[in-house]
């Protein structure tokens, strides 16, 4: 089981996510740290609470965060993902609490009472995971990875060329990306591929199972921007359901930057010539760290995973 914890913009794909961890044998949810993204960090908190309630979660620590991107101002996501950030589901508040203690804490103290290297799966901005590699690096030198949602290596959606939880903090993105450790990328052409058919939504949310009907109103929720009779992606959950099964995903270790000002505020650049050796005869040394991105994913086999 590959020791996790989750930091999360909960987000109806978050929601998904934490669902997955809840219930998939090949992971260990250690502990959830709130980041502000698709809504401010208070009703992120909220979320995640309310969402380990509907999922049936065993008690697990969760810990607020940053409150606002390192440079720039909080933009939330609410036109996607409803005014409270979760489908507007009317659901039921948690009766569970934060603990004491910031974001950052809580991924120290959890690496701390670890005996194997924990993964850190970002799913939000990078805001927090910034300012941990910030506040404790001697900590994060004990991560075996991080692995994040986040940039694209074409078309953005939350800008034509970037990514959202890339947009919203870029300076924080630039930190992890350049921090040395082990990084995964998550990128949203593969956060797209795994869908579920409206049946197999349909069938979550009649189950007479209340977890698995609970995450069938995420689903639901999350494909009402989709066309009716399309297959309803799984979004971050993918990239938790990729951590916990590599191997449903190509992995290539490829140059890549994230853009800090301008109009390509937010866009991740990867450098694919790197497979020709082309970027070594051009770059200057240092300029774009290797990083791991998942370039292909069994979107059928992540599904089925998922399910
Ligand atoms: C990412 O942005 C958020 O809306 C989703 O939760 C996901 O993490 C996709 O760009
Ligand atoms: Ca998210």
């Known amino acids: 089981m590959i020791p996790v914890i989750a930091d999360v913009d909960t987000g109806l794909d978050d929601a998904l996510a934490l669902a997955y961890l809840t219930a998939t044998p090949h992971a260990d949810l250690r502990a ?10 208070e009703q992120v908190v909220a979320n995640t609470l ?12 969760v810990a607020t965060g940053a409150r606002r991107p390192l440079v720039s101002p909080p933009r939330h996501a609410h036109g996607f993902h409803g005014s409270d950030g979760l489908g507007d589901l009317a659901l039921a508040p948690s009766g569970r609490r934060p603990v004491p203690g910031a974001a950052v804490d809580l991924i120290r103290t959890t690496i701390e009472r670890s005996a194997e290297p924990v993964t850190l799966l970002a799913l939000g901005p990078l805001t ?3 300012l941990f590699l910030r506040t404790f690096p ?31 903090d870029p300076e924080a993105l630039h930190v992890v990306l350049h921090s040395g450790l082990p990084v ?7 956060f797209e591929r795994p869908r579920l ?12 199972h209340p977890p698995h009907r609970f995450v069938g109103s995420l689903l639901t929720a ?19 359901c990729y951590l916990a099964r590599p191997e449903n995903g190509t992995v290539e270790r490829l140059p890549t930057t994230v853009q800090l000002a301008g109009t390509g505020r937010g ?38 995973d998922f399910t």
Do not use: K
């Open 197 to 208: 058919a409206r049946s197999a939504v349909a069938a979550w949310a009649s189950s007479p």
């Open 267 to 304: 866009q991740t650049i990867v450098d694919r010539r790197a497979r020709s050796g082309e970027s070594e005869q051009h770059a200057g040394p240092g300029q774009a760290p290797p990083t791991d991105v998942v370039t292909e994913i069994d979107a059928d086999a992540v599904a089925a």
């Open 222 to 240: 999350y494909g009402r921007h989709d066309p009716l009779a399309a297959p309803v992606g799984i979004g971050d959950a993918g990239a938790a």
């Open 50 to 61: 309310t969402v380990l309630d509907g999922v049936g979660a065993p008690p697990v620590p």
């Open 32 to 41: 959830v740290t709130c980041v502000a993204g698709n809504t401010h960090v």
């Open 138 to 168: 001697d900590h994060a030198a004990r991560l075996a990875r991080i692995v994040f949602m986040g940039g694209a290596l074409a078309v953005g959606n939350a800008t034509p060329v970037a990514e959202f939880n890339a947009w919203h």
């Open 128 to 130: 927090n995971v910034a």
């Open 184 to 190: 995964t990328m998550y990128g949203l052409e593969v």
